[in-house]
């Protein structure tokens, strides 16, 4: 997956893997997460940009989502997955389920 890649909950565990994975591939990887500390300290420790937002804070990530061509979530949807559809149509990324429930995966349309 090239170009600008947001990796919504990177600063978790698997989040953690995905961005050092996408840092070694032709991809831009941007952390994000709702840690401020926790998502700069790894922006800073892999070289990449940072932006944080809660998901519970649509205006913010809509803001997050601003300039990206790919998403990847980490972060297990709650009341049906509505939030991220939502956020990511708003922002002209279709949305995908990848791997089950551990993440998912969108594109700009």
């Not at 996408?22 to 990449?48: F, H």
């Not at 998403?71 to 389920?97: P, Q």
């Not at 089950?100 to 969108?106: K, Y």
Request: glycine letters at 12%; one cysteine or more; a positive charge.
């Amino acid at each position: 997956m090239g170009g600008r890649v947001l990796i919504y909950g990177a600063s978790g565990y698997t989040g953690r893997l995905i961005a050092a994975r996408m840092v070694s591939s032709r991809s831009t990887a941007i952390v994000c997460g709702r840690t401020p500390d926790r998502v700069q300290a790894l922006a800073n420790e892999l070289g990449v940009s940072a932006r944080v937002c809660g998901i519970d804070q649509p205006h913010a990530l809509d803001e997050a989502l601003r300039n990206i061509d790919a998403w990847k979530g980490t972060v297990v949807h709650f009341r049906g997955g509505s939030y991220d559809k939502k956020w990511l149509n708003r922002a002209g990324i279709e949305w995908r389920a990848e791997r089950g429930d551990t993440w998912r995966a969108g594109r700009r349309r």
